[in-house]
């Protein structure tokens, strides 16, 4: 005699319903905590090319500042950055991805304690501030509200180091050529995505990029769900000494989409940068 499949009864449906919602609620809950735990990650690079010996670089990345909790996420980024004393602040893209006038607004009020830096600030600019349609604008208030100077395929010497800044890949805007003429050992680039590492000239000393947020969703152990245009090979932050130039990918400060982190809190990062020769 076949047995048939016991029946579903409705009470079970709604406990089973609730312990999903409760679940996901949970998650969420634990996620909207850790966006906000902003961790202050420190490392110390052996560079094979390098002279600038123990040059200090801080890294904010990927602020995405567009309300309020990102915007005193964005002040204590800044704060910690300011705290360490860093030879070079540099901010590698996706400062909003909204081009309102009242957006870049709180853009500017969250890096308003760069003014206090003892240091120069350099950044580049990100696929999100392209795709706010208005990345001119923010470049004017960058430029005109802040110490920021903005790198748009261009480069600047900062005490013996060249920093070269490549505009944003994912809006076609690169010219990374720019880096194979430069004439020194110790060259930084800031590069917002980091798969185009891959086209770096090989006299880089070391990409900074930023954008892949680590995957901002993870499983336990860092696995990364989720995998952006840009950053399907760097995904998860960290050193990559062995991609076609040595790369740094910073998990970031911001989120996109819902404001939830898992297994992958922001970051602020110091560098210090060593001669491994």
Not at 196 to 209: E, K, T
Request: aromatic content about 6%; charged content about 20%; glycine content about 10%.
């Amino acid at each position: 005699m076949n047995s048939k499949p016991p029946l579903v009864s409705r009470r079970d449906v709604l406990r089973w319903g609730s312990a999903g919602a409760l679940l996901t609620l949970g998650v969420c809950a634990t996620g909207t905590v850790e966006s906000s735990a902003l961790v202050l990650e420190k490392h110390e690079l052996m560079l094979p090319k390098w002279d600038a010996d123990g040059f200090r670089v801080a890294v904010i990345s990927d602020i995405h500042v567009n309300d309020p909790i990102a915007g005193a996420r964005a002040q204590a980024a800044v704060q910690h950055a300011l705290d360490e004393k860093p030879d070079l602040i540099v901010l590698p893209g996706d400062f909003v991805n909204f081009g309102w006038s009242y957006t870049i607004d709180g853009m500017i009020k969250s890096l308003e304690g760069l003014h206090d830096a003892k240091c120069p600030i350099l950044a580049t600019l990100g696929n999100h501030d392209y795709d706010s349609t208005n990345p001119d604008g923010i470049v004017e208030a960058m430029t005109k509200r802040t110490p920021v100077k903005m790198l748009r395929n261009e480069s600047v010497e900062i005490e013996g180091v060249t920093v070269a800044g490549i505009d944003d890949a994912l809006f076609n805007m690169q010219r990374p050529q720019i880096v194979g003429d430069i004439q020194n050992k110790s060259i930084l680039v800031l590069f917002h995505e980091p798969d185009y590492v891959v086209d770096m000239p090989r006299n880089a000393s070391l990409q900074i990029s930023g954008h892949s947020h680590g995957g901002q969703l993870c499983l336990p152990f860092g696995y990364p769900l989720l995998h952006r245009p840009g950053a399907r090979r760097y995904i998860t932050g960290g050193y990559y000494p062995d991609a076609n130039v040595p790369l740094y990918l910073t998990r970031g400060v911001g989120t996109v989409g819902l404001s939830i982190r898992t297994f992958c809190p922001p970051e602020v990062t110091i560098l210090t940068l060593r001669s491994a020769a």
